[in-house]
C-alpha cells in the first residue's frame, strides 16, 4: 500500500543526528505550496532547538504558517508581534514613524495594563464592548476612540495571521463623536490679539523677551493659508514664490519629531494628498516676508529658524503660544475669546468659517485640503446662528400673507 502524500506545509518524519562538535542536527523533508519537495536541514545546541530552527525554515517556503500567533496568545502578544510588522512597514517608509509611535503609546499605557493578558480565544465582541465602554467611563472620549482603534488593528492582524476567526471589534457599539469645537475668531478679535502679541512682556525688565514676532508671524501664516503648525514650521524658502501677484506659498512638509528619527521635516503635508500652492492675503505675505529676512540664505532654509538653523519644533511654538494665553488670559477673555479652545488648531477653524461663509464649502475644504467636504464641515466650519434672511422672501413668495 502506497505511503500517503504528506500536506503541503507539513514537515515529513525529522531525524536527528549528533555532530562531531555535540551540535544536533535535524532533517525532513517538506512540500511547498507549488508541491515541490524540499530537504530541509537545521542545527541546534539540542533536539528541540534543532526542531524550533527547522520549522522556522518551513515557514518561509509556505503561506500556511503566520507569525506564531494562536488563538491561546494574548492581546500582549499579538499587539507585539504587529508592532513588529508595523516597524518593517516603518524602516520601508510604506507607515510614518509618528504613526507606529502613537500606536506603541496607546498598547504599551492604555491596552496592555488593562486587557494585555486576555487570550485571542477569549475576545469576544461584548467583551470588547466592555473594555472599550469601561475606557469611555473611567478616561476619556479620545483615549476610548484611539483604544478601539487600535485593539481593532491588532484584531485584524491576528484574523490575517489565522488566529482569530473573526475581529470582534466591528461589531461593538459606537462611541459618541467628539464634541465639535464652536469657537472661531472674528477680524476685529484677530487684529487685536496681534496688538497683545505685540505688546506682550514688552516693558517686564525679566530676561529677554519671548519670541512675539515668531507668533504674530505664525498666526498670519496659518489664518492666510489654513496650514497646520507642523505645515507653517516646515516651510522654506523654496517654498514660497513672491515675485507672484499674489504671492503663493506650497504646502508639502510638516515638521515631526519621533524617537526613531527625532526632529525633522517629513517631505510630505499630514496627508500626501493635501500637497497644495496657496495663495496668500497681504497679511500672511508680510508675515513671510518678515520671515525670509530672518531665514539663512539657502533654498532649504527654514522660515521659522532655531539659532542653529534648524526648524523650531511644534511643542515650543505650541509652549510659547499656551504661555502668551495664560499670561493675556482676561485680556482676551474680555475680546471674546474662548481660551480654553485657543490652539494653533483655532486658526485654521478660523480660516475655513470665513471661508466658507463668503465663498462656500467647497471652497473652504480645497483650501484646507480635505478630500471630503463633510470633513470639512463636521470638524471645521463654525455653523453661523442665524440663517440668510433670504429665505423670507423666498417663502413669502411661494406662500404668500
Not at 59 to 88: D, F, K, M, N, V
Not at 173 to 182: A, D, I, N, S, V
Not at 311 to 322: A, D, I, Q
Not at 325 to 342: F, K, P, S
Request: include cysteine.
Amino acid at each position: 500500500m502506497a505511503r500517503p502524500k504528506a500536506a503541503v506545509g507539513e514537515l515529513g518524519a525529522v531525524q536527528y543526528t549528533r555532530l562531531a562538535s555535540g551540535a544536533i542536527r535535524a532533517r525532513a523533508r517538506m512540500r511547498d505550496d507549488g508541491g515541490a519537495v524540499h530537504q530541509l536541514r537545521a542545527v541546534g545546541s539540542s533536539e528541540q532547538a534543532a526542531l524550533a530552527e527547522l520549522r522556522r525554515k518551513a515557514l518561509t517556503l509556505t503561506t500556511g504558517g503566520g507569525s506564531g500567533l494562536s488563538p491561546l496568545s494574548t492581546i500582549a502578544e499579538a499587539g507585539e508581534a504587529w508592532l513588529r510588522h508595523l516597524a518593517t512597514r516603518a524602516t520601508s517608509g510604506s507607515l510614518a514613524h509618528s504613526t507606529y509611535a502613537s500606536y506603541e503609546t496607546i498598547l504599551r499605557l492604555t491596552l496592555v495594563p488593562r486587557c494585555g493578558a486576555i487570550p485571542l480565544e477569549a475576545l469576544t465582541v461584548g467583551r470588547c464592548d466592555r473594555i472599550i465602554q469601561a475606557l469611555l467611563t473611567e478616561e476619556t472620549l479620545s483615549k476610548a476612540r484611539r483604544a478601539r482603534a487600535v485593539l481593532s488593528l491588532i484584531c485584524g492582524y491576528a484574523v490575517r495571521d489565522d488566529a482569530m476567526p473573526l475581529n470582534p471589534v466591528r461589531d461593538v457599539q459606537r462611541l459618541p463623536l467628539p464634541e465639535k469645537k464652536t469657537s472661531a475668531l472674528t477680524p476685529e478679535q484677530i487684529a487685536a490679539i496681534r496688538e497683545l502679541m505685540h505688546a506682550w512682556r514688552e516693558d517686564s525688565g525679566y530676561g529677554p523677551r519671548p519670541d512675539y514676532r515668531a507668533l504674530i508671524d505664525g498666526m498670519d501664516i496659518m489664518l492666510g493659508s489654513s496650514a497646520r503648525v507642523g505645515e507653517c514650521l516646515g516651510l522654506r524658502r523654496r517654498d514660497v514664490d513672491m515675485t507672484t501677484a499674489p504671492p503663493t506659498l506650497l504646502i508639502d512638509g510638516t515638521i515631526v519629531q519621533t524617537k526613531a528619527e527625532g526632529l525633522h521635516r517629513k517631505n510630505a503635508p499630514k496627508r500626501t494628498r493635501q500637497r497644495r500652492r496657496i495663495a496668500l492675503p497681504a497679511a500672511a505675505a508680510s508675515a513671510v516676508r518678515r520671515r525670509l529676512a530672518l531665514a539663512g540664505k539657502g533654498a532649504e532654509a527654514f522660515l521659522f529658524p532655531t539659532k542653529t538653523g534648524r526648524p523650531m519644533s511644534v511643542s515650543n511654538y505650541e509652549r510659547l503660544l499656551r504661555s502668551f494665553v495664560d499670561e493675556n488670559h482676561d485680556a482676551l477673555i474680555a475680546l471674546g475669546v474662548d481660551v480654553d479652545e485657543y490652539t494653533t488648531h483655532l486658526y485654521r477653524r478660523t480660516t475655513a468659517t470665513l471661508v466658507e461663509r463668503a465663498a462656500g464649502l467647497t471652497l473652504a475644504s480645497r483650501l484646507l485640503g480635505h478630500a471630503n467636504e463633510q470633513i470639512t464641515r463636521a470638524s471645521y466650519v463654525v455653523t453661523a446662528e442665524s440663517v440668510d434672511p433670504v429665505t423670507a422672501d423666498i417663502l413669502d413668495a411661494v406662500l404668500g400673507e
